[in-house]
Antibody, heavy 122, light 107 residues
Framework: EVQLVESGGGLVQPGGSLRLSCAAS????????MSWVRQAPGKGLEWVANIKEDGSEKYYVDSVKGRFTISRDNAKNSLYLQMNSLRAEDTAVYYC???????????????WGQGTLVTVSS | EIVLTQSPATLSLSPGERATLSCRASQSVSSYLAWYQQKPGQAPRLLISDASNRATGIPARFSGSGSGTDFTLTISSLEPEDFAVYYCQQRRDWPLTFGGGTKVEIK
């Protein structure tokens, strides 16, 4: 069974930084688009960022552009999200999600991790 | 940005009943629409991709239809484990967007 395990969440002050990691296993990581999706407490889902299989293309929601950076290390089967200049409105559970195989834009999110909570507060 | 509007916000039904959930897009998304189920404290689970393709392991009671701007997720006969929140999501254009969700609750 595909496994995605996020880590790196926690409490951070406004303006601070945090780096999330997602360890992938039991599938060929390097041939899938990967994504970060977040969910504020009691709210709906919000897509954050996508990265192509080889890291050559990256896409972001406007609210995080210039502050967040998605990256991956295919040799380590790992996905990352570097989050800088954090704001209270970034408080959410952050999920790592896998894109469907063979889709030029990543496709739907066919597997999800359990999420890691990021709280931005003073 | 493509806005997805889900209706109703809450659907109160009994086990065995048929559930019909709607997702309307602010502009055409062709068939690039997915449906997810989320239970409390859990990650979302993919049910349907590309409007009508059931994901691996998803029971046949779940079906998706539609194209362009109007989509429907149908649960033919609700099982106790189907009471959850359902989200639609489009991948026609960046940014990817989700609908606000429909909660299916026990009546």
């Amino acid at each position: 069974e595909v496994q995605l395990v996020e880590s790196g969440g926690g409490l951070v002050q406004p303006g601070g930084s945090l780096r999330l990691s997602c360890a992938a296993s039991r599938f060929t990581f390097s041939i899938h688009w990967m994504s970060w999706v977040r969910q504020a407490p009691g709210k709906g889902l919000e897509w954050v960022a996508n990265i192509k299989e080889d890291g050559s293309e990256k896409y972001y929601v406007d609210s995080v552009k210039g502050r967040f950076t998605i990256s991956r290390d295919n040799a380590k089967n790992s996905l990352y999200l570097q989050m800088n200049s954090l704001r209270a409105e970034d408080t959410a559970v952050y999920y790592c999600a896998r894109g469907q195989l063979g889709m030029s834009d990543g496709g739907a999110f066919d597997y999800w991790g359990q999420g890691t909570l990021v709280t931005v507060s003073s | 940005e493509i806005v997805l509007t889900q209706s109703p916000a809450t659907l109160s039904l009994s086990p065995g009943e048929r559930a019909t959930l709607s997702c309307r897009a602010s502009q055409s998304v062709s068939s690039y629409l997915a449906w997810y189920q989320q239970k409390p404290g859990q990650a979302p689970r993919l049910l349907i991709s590309d409007a009508s393709n059931r994901a691996t392991g998803i029971p046949a009671r779940f079906s998706g239809s539609g194209s362009g701007t109007d989509f429907t997720l149908t649960i033919s006969s609700l099982e106790p484990e189907d009471f959850a929140v359902y989200y639609c999501q489009q991948r026609r254009d960046w940014p990817l967007t989700f609908g606000g969700g429909t909660k299916v609750e026990i009546k």
